[in-house]
């Protein structure tokens, strides 16, 4: 396995945007990009590469195929169809679900035992059906869950309180969709409960509740103003790599594998997790109320719902 070598399968906007985030940032060896369109990988590795020379460090870009999994330390998938207009998510998941799998077997043919991150939508579902067809351990195929969800949220709340996004300590868990929810007595401002943060100003509480609204709208808006979401992602996506690349430890609520954790079993949904070089060290269990409970059950039944495809 050679440290610091990723395979980005997937050359569209958001892997695209993953992959640029990384030559901006460093901390990456090589870079593998990996799709059925051959002349746009050559041209977005030729794109890419020219930035080099203004690069924070040297930086290995190159087009290749699913051979280049075998020695990568991290494999991450944003290939997929996008949901079309009119499209159910059962019907988009049918597609994506095929798709997956074959893409899935290719990477493991080549005799990969690294970490899988997996973006594609719906990516709860997309996640279940990688980690089956893959056979990894559980801990080695990460989704992106509700790690954009929670950046919007700490970015809604920065702008709401006049605080840094740095020092809100607060996540969406569940599917990333319109189920999501807040623990907002697990949210804090530095070392303040934002509960107590909302009291003491006078805030109203039904505030909290149209802080989330805008995270879910979030999504909605965006593709209505220019047709798609890329740049959050992308970041994330970079987030959670550099997460498993430098051994981080670091708390992020990633699409994982439930069993028995929130009285759930066999599922990958959004929670609160330690990335390392492992992939997924630990799970935190919050201490949810009944209210909380019954929206994690209510995102996990919709994700169920859609598992005939996996």
Same mark, same amino acid.
């Given at each position: !396995? ?10 569209? *906007?958001?892997? !695209? ?35 080099? /020379?203004?690069? +924070? ?14 020695? $990568?330390? %991290? ?43 997996? $973006?594609?939508? /719906? ?13 990894? +351990? ?16 700490? #970015? ?26 807040? /623990?907002?007595?697990?949210? #804090? %401002? ?13 805030? +109203? ?24 979401? #890329? ?30 954790? #929130?009285?759930?079993?066999? %599922?990958?949904?959004?929670? +609160?997790?330690? %990335? ?32 005939? *495809?996996?």
């Amino acid at each position: !396995m050679k440290k610091g070598k990723i395979v980005l399968i997937g050359a569209g *906007f958001v892997g !695209m945007s993953m992959a640029y985030s990384m030559l901006n940032r460093g901390g990456i060896n090589e870079l593998v990009l990996v799709d059925i369109d051959q002349n746009k990988i050559k041209g977005e590795e030729m794109d890419l590469s020219h930035g080099l /020379p203004y690069a +924070p460090q040297k930086m290995i870009i190159k087009a290749g195929d699913y051979s280049e999994c075998k020695d $990568a330390q %991290i494999v991450v998938i944003t290939a997929g169809a996008a949901q079309k207009p009119g499209q159910t998510r059962l019907e988009l998941a049918e597609v994506n679900a095929k798709i997956m799998k074959q893409i899935t077997t290719n990477i493991m043919e080549s005799g990969f035992n690294g970490v899988i991150i997996v $973006a594609s939508n /719906p990516v709860d579902l997309m996640t279940y059906v990688v980690w089956k067809v893959s056979g990894l +351990p559980k801990n080695k195929v990460i989704g992106s869950g509700t790690v954009l969800d929670t950046a919007r949220l700490r #970015y809604l709340m920065a702008d709401y309180f006049k605080i840094s996004s740095k020092n809100i300590h607060a996540y969406i868990m569940g599917e990333h969709g319109d189920s999501s929810f807040v /623990p907002w007595k697990h949210a #804090y %401002i530095g070392c303040k409960k934002v509960i107590d943060v909302m009291k003491d100003n006078h805030h +109203p509480m039904e505030d909290l509740q149209k802080i989330h609204q805008g995270v879910v709208n979030a999504a909605y808006e965006i593709i209505e103003k220019k047709k798609a979401t #890329y740049y959050g992602i992308g970041m994330a996506l970079n987030r959670l790599v550099r997460a498993i690349l430098d051994d981080e430890n670091s708390i992020l609520t990633v699409s994982t594998y439930l069993e028995n954790q #929130y009285n759930q079993d066999d %599922i990958f949904i959004g929670v +609160p997790a330690v %990335i390392n070089k492992s992939g997924v060290r630990d799970i935190i269990e919050l201490d949810l109320d009944s209210i909380e409970q019954e929206k994690l059950n209510n995102s996990c039944n919709l994700i169920k719902k859609m598992r005939k *495809f996996s």
